[in-house]
Nanobody, 122 residues
Framework: QVQLVESGGGLVQSGGSLRLSCAAS????????MGWYRQAPGKQRELVAD???????NYADSVKGRFTISRDNAKNSVYLQMNSLKAEDTAVYYC????????????????WGQGTQVTVSS
């Protein structure tokens, strides 16, 4: 099994910053890509940012210039630094990882964390 555990959410005022962390553990052979999605009430889950194993980031237009994704391959972890937060960033943020497991067959599957609430007050 593979588990993803997020931390770092909370309540912040508009213009403030938060840093989300996510650590993967379990039967991991290799993590191909890691990322963050978010889901606001009444809306579909959307990509915020993702990053390849080589460190190439990709961002949603709505967060470019404000959010920074990074990862530590040695720790199987991914981070999201969120600056200049806006009320519209309020959502549950989910970590995800595309994982190749140790056990055979070494299929690639996507795993999700339980989510962490980010609330930005205006």
């Amino acid at each position: 099994q593979v588990q993803l555990v997020e931390s770092g959410g909370g309540l912040v005022q508009s213009g403030g910053s938060l840093r989300l962390s996510c650590a993967a553990s379990g039967s991991i052979f290799r993590i191909v890509a890691m990322g963050w999605y978010r889901q606001a009430p009444g809306k579909q889950r959307e990509l915020v940012a993702d990053i390849t194993s080589g460190g190439m980031p990709n961002y949603a237009d709505s967060v470019k210039g404000r959010f920074t994704i990074s990862r530590d391959n040695a720790k199987n972890s991914v981070y999201l630094q969120m600056n200049s937060l806006k009320a519209e960033d309020t959502a549950v943020y989910y970590c995800c990882a595309d994982v190749i497991k140790v056990t055979w067959p070494r299929n690639q599957n996507t795993y999700w964390g339980q989510g962490t609430q980010v609330t930005v007050s205006s």
